[in-house]
């Protein structure tokens, strides 16, 4: 069975600040996916990282996919009140339609 | 493009009733997919269509759970024989191809009493 944990598992900070937050598997994925998830809504789709060492970069957030694809980051810049959710990591295979979650981590920033 | 749409929002039932739930995924989406989410983790795959064709099954989907999606449209869950530890949100996603992005609906609260 492939697990994904994610740490923190709870993080609340400043508004301006940075953070980083992780996924770590024992197992190789073809790619990892990350999610946030608002309360009382599906999981909504920011990025998806296929290459071993890939950096991807949207606006103030930065992932990066481990180099043997057993992990991933989350970086986000100058943290914002909307940025406050719950960040999901998922992991697929080629050839497998399911996803597994990590456990996610609910970050919230205060203004 | 109206999203997944999913129906009812919340359910409250008394353990042992049966519950179904209705997903109607993005028109052309070919894969659909049920996962449920339990508080405080994250969501766990229960099964998912191609068109009409249930493909998959998670061993996490007992005999008291079964899934449709009749002419390859819409999708319903149903539940049967409800129990306390059935308590989760429920999601559907659809995707238009195998590894393509997928869309959540808003999910069905449920709650067994």
């Known amino acids: 069975t492939q697990l994904l944990e994610q740490s923190p598992q709870f993080l609340s900070i400043q508004e301006g600040e940075n953070l980083t937050v992780y996924c770590n598997s024992s197992s190789v994925f073809s790619s990892l996916q990350w999610y946030r998830q608002e309360p009382g809504e599906g999981p909504v789709l920011l990025v998806t990282?296929?290459?071993?060492?890939e950096v991807k970069k949207l606006k103030r957030l930065t992932f990066q996919f481990g180099d043997a694809r057993k992990d991933s980051s989350l970086h986000i810049t100058a943290a914002q009140p909307g940025d406050t959710g719950l960040y999901l990591c998922a992991g697929g295979n080629f050839g497998n339609e399911k996803l597994t979650f990590g456990t996610g981590t609910r970050l919230t920033i205060i203004p | 493009d109206t999203g997944v749409s999913q129906d009812p929002r919340h359910k409250i039932t008394k353990r042992g009733q049966n519950v179904t739930f209705r997903c109607d995924p993005i028109s052309e989406h070919n894969r659909l997919y049920w996962y449920r989410q339990t508080l405080g983790q994250g969501p766990e795959f229960l099964t998912y269509f191609q068109n009409e064709a249930q493909l998959e099954k998670s061993r996490l989907l007992s005999d008291r759970f079964s899934a449709e999606r009749p002419k390859g449209s819409f999708s319903t869950l149903e539940i049967q024989r409800t129990e306390q530890g059935d308590s989760a949100m429920y999601l559907c996603?659809?995707?238009?191809?195998?590894?393509?992005?997928?869309?959540f609906g808003s999910g069905t609260q449920l709650s067994v009493l």
């Open positions: 996603a659809s995707s238009p191809w195998v590894g393509g992005k997928l869309f």
């Open positions: 990282v296929v290459t071993g060492g």
